[in-house]
């Protein structure tokens, strides 16, 4: 296991990787905590007057879950950020329905952060299947960080997307 810390600030959709990371054992030994901004007035609060579905907002939400990490004694600091635009039931057909992820990820040995961030749009108009996928992608997101504090490529097989854009 790697010697980590780990705060999550999602803004919808994805949010189903909270009570998963929690049903394992041990999990208080590197997930400090989360925040759901759902309502757009407390998204604003972080993200101003950026688009709330943005990579820009994905990295304003990643910094500050990073800020609730960084005095933890772990040698991989890590705050993720994630912001969707998920399926409406009367939506147009034509809207992109997407999701931007963040990670700020702090490496205590070699003082050293980099930021990670994924573009990812859906080729399914079912709101499920998206927040299922939302909550898949985070947790293999996670999965792949190494106990350098890099991230290796997700393995997104078996997704049906319309793209995937390492950003």
Sequence with gaps: MIDCALYLIITGGGTGIIPALLERGGASSYFIGSYIPYAEFLTREIVKDEKIVSQTSAELLAAVAWTKVRQQKKNILTGLGSTSALAKQDEREDRVNETYLSLKIYNCETARSKIYSLHIQYT????????????????????????????????????????????
């Design 124 to 167: 399914t108009s079912d709101r499920m299947k998206q927040e299922e996928w939302c909550k898949s992608f985070i947790q293999q997101v996670l999965s792949s960080i190494t106990e350098d504090g890099k991230l290796h490529a997700p393995d997104f097989d078996g997704f049906d997307l319309k793209s995937i854009t390492y950003l």
